[in-house]
């Protein structure tokens, strides 16, 4: 672990990485990330593990999770994080590491505006009539967010 995020995450200050910010999270504390298998791209779920199911953050929206997935590549999971979610096309989407560092490989932060920035970049299949699902992790978003800035703050 590099020693800055050691002072960081080591420290147990709160952080939250989400996509990119997962992978580099995962790798600052030193697991290797590649290419994936294929684009992950669409609205899916993730499934939370046992740990995840008992997380303070993601826990409360289980056992599955609506969120929006558009990424290619992955990550192994850090030594000594817990897996906290999972999905049918890669096993890890969510980890924490110690008590509030975080992992999310997925999005559950887009507002109105990030969706309507988005969309020109998206597969048109992908937008199309997608105003319930959009709903549905916004909504559950806010939660999960305002759950870990609880816990930060707390």
Not at 59 to 74: A, K, L
Not at 79 to 101: N, P, T, V
Not at 103 to 108: L, R
């Amino acid at each position: 672990m590099t020693s800055s995020c050691y002072k960081v995450v080591g420290g147990d200050r709160p952080v939250l990485g989400v996509c990119l910010g997962a992978q580099l999270l995962a790798k600052a504390l030193g697991a290797r990330v590649f290419p994936g298998h294929g684009p992950e791209i669409g609205f899916g779920l993730v499934h939370l593990t046992p740990e995840g199911n008992n997380d303070p953050v993601l826990g409360p929206d289980g056992p599955s999770v609506p969120v929006f997935h558009w990424h290619g590549d992955t990550f192994e999971l850090p030594a000594g994080a817990s897996l906290l979610a999972s999905s049918r096309e890669y096993c890890h989407q969510a980890f924490r590491f110690g008590h509030s560092s975080y992992g999310f490989q997925f999005h559950v932060e887009p507002n109105a505006s990030t969706w309507t920035a988005w969309r020109p970049h998206l597969p048109a299949a992908v937008v199309s009539d997608a105003r319930e699902e959009i709903s549905r992790i916004e909504e559950v978003g806010r939660k999960v967010i305002a759950r870990f800035l609880d816990l930060a703050l707390g």
